[in-house]
């Protein structure tokens, strides 16, 4: 496995760069980001993963293990290959993906060529647990927030015709057990909290 690349970049063609590493010139696809930073002449330093296939041997690199860790956990999403993980990596960064699947947000992952609805839907699905809270999130956590991700999700409720005290009383229960991930974001919030609430309904005034 080669696990990283450092030497002087021989050419850029697209989404590959040339790195001359002790005499050998390795083509490596990576994330436009890279070849947009990079020139003819630089020393690059990428982490990478040697896809093997029938027909080919294909190094993809990155500027960061996160990438790369993102990368991997992409490739275990059925119908996502290679190339289609290369674009989420080219079109979102990494705290991006973060962000979008733990909002349960398949809408980002639209935009990229060649991932379909219902692949965006499994991207999402697949990965929920697996990828780290983005830094504003793990941010806002460490830093005692949430409180306002769980009013919102109470509001919510309350719209959905829970009273207020169910409503909140729901909210800070579940949002006790749930993940870091799932506790700051709205939508993931207010899903586990139906899930245990059941179908929305109309409480009696005093309820």
């Given at each position: 496995m080669i696990s990283s690349v450092r030497g002087t970049v021989l050419h850029i063609d697209g989404d590959a760069v040339v790195v001359d590493v002790g005499g050998v010139g390795l083509s490596v696809a990576v994330p436009v980001a890279v070849t947009r930073s990079t020139h003819v002449g630089d020393t690059a330093m990428l982490h990478t993963t040697l896809i093997v296939r029938e027909d080919a041997l294909s190094l993809f690199g990155f500027a960061s293990r996160e990438e790369l860790s993102v990368f991997t956990h992409l490739l275990g999403v059925t119908g996502v290959g290679p190339k289609s993980a290369l674009g989420v990596l080219s079109t979102l960064s990494v705290d991006q993906i973060a962000a979008a699947v733990a909002d349960g947000d398949d809408a980002p992952f639209r935009r990229v060529s060649g991932i379909g609805p219902k692949t965006a839907k499994l991207i999402v699905v697949q990965l929920t647990g697996k990828l780290a809270a983005p830094a504003a999130t793990a941010a806002a956590i460490s830093n005692g927030?949430?409180?306002?991700?769980?009013?919102?999700?109470?509001?919510?409720?309350?719209?959905?015709?829970?009273?207020?005290?169910?409503?909140?009383e729901a909210v800070a229960s579940v949002a006790e057990d749930a993940s870091d991930a799932d506790r700051a974001s709205v939508q993931a919030l207010l899903r586990l909290t139906l899930s245990v609430l059941g179908p929305a309904r109309k409480e009696p005034a005093g309820g």
């Open positions: 927030g949430g409180s306002a991700v769980r009013d919102q999700v109470a509001v919510a409720l309350v719209g959905l015709g829970w009273s207020e005290r169910t409503a909140a």
